[in-house]
């Protein structure tokens, strides 16, 4: 049984190995599979990553958020989920925070972040 517990946990330090490195403000395009029937397609969802829960342990999750016709949609993604194909990193974001929900009440440009410069 042991033996099972290290290979899930191999698999999944590959996986996480696999994915960018991105914080709270980063601008994040996830492309994930979605099922509508017997056929799969990947679907992309790029926003704002607002927060990074549990972030070290397996079960590891991000909230994106992104403005789709004048309505704010957050979406809550495990980090190791067979679901997300890939991460791609848009724009890092210069914030002073881990969670960014003062973010759910601005709009426009108050809810604008500035960009860091990449290492």
């Known amino acids: 049984m042991s033996d099972l517990i290290k290979f ?3 698999e999944s330090n ?5 994915l960018p490195k991105f914080k709270a403000g980063d601008t994040v ?13 990947i679907q992309q969802y790029q926003g704002t990553v607002m927060q990074i829960r549990n972030a070290g342990s397996n079960g590891e999750t991000f909230t994106v958020r ?3 016709s004048g309505i704010a949609v957050e979406r809550i993604f495990p980090l190791l989920s067979p679901n997300i194909d890939k991460i791609d990193v848009v724009r890092l974001g210069k914030v002073r925070r881990a969670r960014l929900f003062y ?3 601005r709009q426009g440009k108050a809810a604008r972040i500035k960009e860091r410069r990449a290492k």
């Open 8 to 10: 899930v946990e191999a």
């Open 29 to 41: 395009n996830v492309h994930c599979k979605i099922k509508e029937g017997n056929k799969e397609r």
């Open 14 to 18: 590959e996986r996480r190995a696999a």
């Open 103 to 105: 973010l759910r009440g």
């Open 66 to 68: 992104k403005i789709s």
